[in-house]
T-cell receptor
């Protein structure tokens, strides 16, 4: 069964450093998302991406965040200067026009 | 923003028991979804509901889309050990797929006592 793949599974970074979280969505999917889940809390929407541009973003997705689909297969989330409160699980999701979103297994980001 | 409140927050049940959890919203959704999340994993879709009043089953799971479009419930019958996990409801404003964010509920943690 096709799946959304995320790498790395766990990333530890120092505060102030840049991180790039990578996702390979399901190959024929057209809509891409990043969600965040702080430990023990609910899943929160960050950003949606369609046709090579951001469709919608939440208030969490400030100027420190950016997304890119550099090569037609990868979908990345960059955090320019990480803060302690960025520590969370980050989930990528994708869908095609006639399905619900499939979620990846997540990247656990720990900022120290 | 929109809030989805789930209850109960946690449940401790014995294997074989039935489980019921619900989700209420401060505003209307046009689509309700139920996801299960295992530790260290991403959410996995269990049931999708697209019409007010709709009752849908997936094996031992049954979910309903409330008539007011502000609530939904999920029932699990005859629970088994692999049902352990966190269950999230999620709502979407548009009935169409794509390009539309999900608002997640606060989650219900299910634990099965041996």
């Amino acid at each position: 069964e096709p799946e959304v793949t995320q790498t790395p599974s766990h990333q530890v970074t120092q505060m102030g450093q840049e991180v790039i979280l990578r996702c390979v969505p399901i190959s024929n999917h057209l809509y891409f998302y990043w969600y965040r889940q702080i430990l023990g809390q609910k899943v929160e929407f960050l950003v949606s991406f369609y046709n090579n541009e951001i469709s919608e973003k939440s208030e969490i997705f400030d100027d420190q965040f950016s997304v890119e689909r550099p090569d037609g297969s990868n979908f990345t989330l960059k955090i320019r200067s990480t803060k302690l409160e960025d520590s969370a699980m980050y989930f990528c999701a994708s869908l095609i026009s006639n399905t619900e979103a499939f979620f990846g297994q997540g990247t656990r980001l720990t900022v120290v | 923003g929109q809030q989805l409140n789930q209850s109960p927050q946690s449940m401790f049940i014995q294997e074989g028991e039935d489980v019921s959890m619900n989700c209420t919203s401060s505003s209307i959704f046009n689509t309700w979804l139920w996801y299960k999340q295992d530790p260290g994993e991403g959410p996995v879709l269990l049931i999708a509901l697209y019409k007010a009043g709709e009752l849908t089953s997936n094996g031992r799971l049954t979910a309903q889309f409330g008539i007011t479009r502000k609530d939904s419930f999920l029932n699990i019958s005859a629970s088994i050990p692999s049902d352990v996990g966190i269950y999230f409801c999620a709502g979407r404003n548009e009935a169409n797929f794509g390009n539309e964010k999900l608002t997640f509920g606060t989650g219900t943690r299910l634990t099965i006592i041996p």
